[in-house]
């Protein structure tokens, strides 16, 4: 929760545009300003670190923010999920490394590893494209199949 200060502090160092970003996680003008003046919304300022491949923004603020809580993500979708966060940058969001990926030189060639991921693929949990497992033993239950004479 941000007290009135500090929004109003970062609303002038960010501007109205970004601010309305940032609580853009809702799409009806009403929820947006619901989630304007309530207790969990939070708009935050900070330095602009670096930019994946998928268009993500990535920041820090190691003045005004909570110890590990001075990194944080913009997504590009409004729609998003957190599997699409490079594994890279992911290790920076989760304070594993100190140095953002652009920046260090062991870790840009970390991408060329055999064992890696070359393209994204979207967590379909939820969804028609989540995996199934094939079951290879016999049900404990049969389904009733009734078999009716016709009438005559």
């Known amino acids: 929760m941000s007290t009135i200060s500090r929004t109003l502090g970062y609303l002038r160092r960010i501007g109205i545009k970004e601010y309305w970003h940032q609580l853009n996680d809702s799409r009806t003008l009403t929820s947006?300003?619901?989630?304007?003046?309530?207790?969990?919304?939070d708009t935050k300022a900070g330095t602009l670190i670096g930019v994946d491949?998928?268009?993500?923004?990535?920041f820090?603020?190691?003045?005004?923010e909570l110890p590990l809580r001075t990194r944080w993500v913009?997504?590009?979708?409004?729609?998003?999920?957190?599997?699409?966060v490079e594994p890279l940058w992911h290790a920076w969001l989760a304070y594993t490394v100190d140095?953002?990926?652009q920046n260090d030189s062991l870790m840009?060639?970390?991408n060329a590893r055999a064992w890696a991921v070359p393209e994204h693929r979207p967590n379909f949990t939820g969804t028609r494209g989540a995996f199934k497992t094939y079951s290879t033993t016999k049900p404990k239950?049969?389904?009733?199949?009734?078999?009716?004479?016709p009438r005559q």
Not at 32 to 41: C, D, E, K, N, V
Not at 53 to 58: H, P, Q
């Open 60 to 64: 820090e603020n190691m003045e005004e």
């Open 53 to 58: 491949k998928y268009g993500n923004k990535f």
């Open 141 to 149: 239950i049969n389904a009733w199949d009734p078999v009716a004479a």
């Open 74 to 84: 913009d997504y590009k979708n409004k729609d998003y999920d957190a599997s699409q």
């Open 108 to 110: 840009a060639t970390a």
């Open 32 to 41: 947006r300003l619901t989630a304007a003046f309530s207790a969990s919304s």
């Open 99 to 101: 140095t953002p990926p």
